[in-house]
Nanobody
Framework: QVQLVESGGGLVQAGDSLRLSCVAS????????MGWFRQASGKEREFVTA????????VYTDSVQGRFTISRDSAKNTVYLQMNSLKPEDTAVYYC???????????????????WGQGTQVTVSS
């Protein structure tokens, strides 16, 4: 079992920055990758970004490329999402997720992840 706890969400204005954190506990030695997804009100959950645990390789959805940065601190079992130049359309509940092994799904697909956090709300006002 892996437990994930997100923090760092809040209400900001367009153009501001936020940094989300996700702390993993439990069987973290088997983490393969961690990702961030978001779900806006009335919309489906969508992929934001992911990072592989051992190599640090990253992937981003086009809408956040150049504005968001994912990073991890292996010693702290923590993944971060630095969000700059926030836009109102970034408003959503942000979830972190962990994939602990091989999967037939890619890192961009929610089915690739087997543990999820409870989510943290990010609201960007115009």
């Amino acid at each position: 079992q892996v437990q994930l706890v997100e923090s760092g969400g809040g209400l900001v204005q367009a153009g501001d920055s936020l940094r989300l954190s996700c702390v993993a506990s439990g069987r973290t030695f088997s983490n393969y990758a961690m990702g961030w997804f978001r779900q806006a009100s009335g919309k489906e959950r969508e992929f934001v970004t992911a990072i592989t645990w051992t190599t640090g390789a990253t992937v981003y959805t086009d809408s956040v490329q150049g504005r968001f940065t994912i990073s991890r601190d292996s010693a702290k079992n923590t993944v971060y999402l630095q969000m700059n130049s926030l836009k109102p359309e970034d408003t959503a509940v942000y979830y972190c997720a962990v994939r602990t092994g091989r999967s037939i799904y890619t890192l961009l697909q929610s089915n690739a992840y087997n543990y999820w956090g409870q989510g943290t709300q990010v609201t960007v006002s115009s």
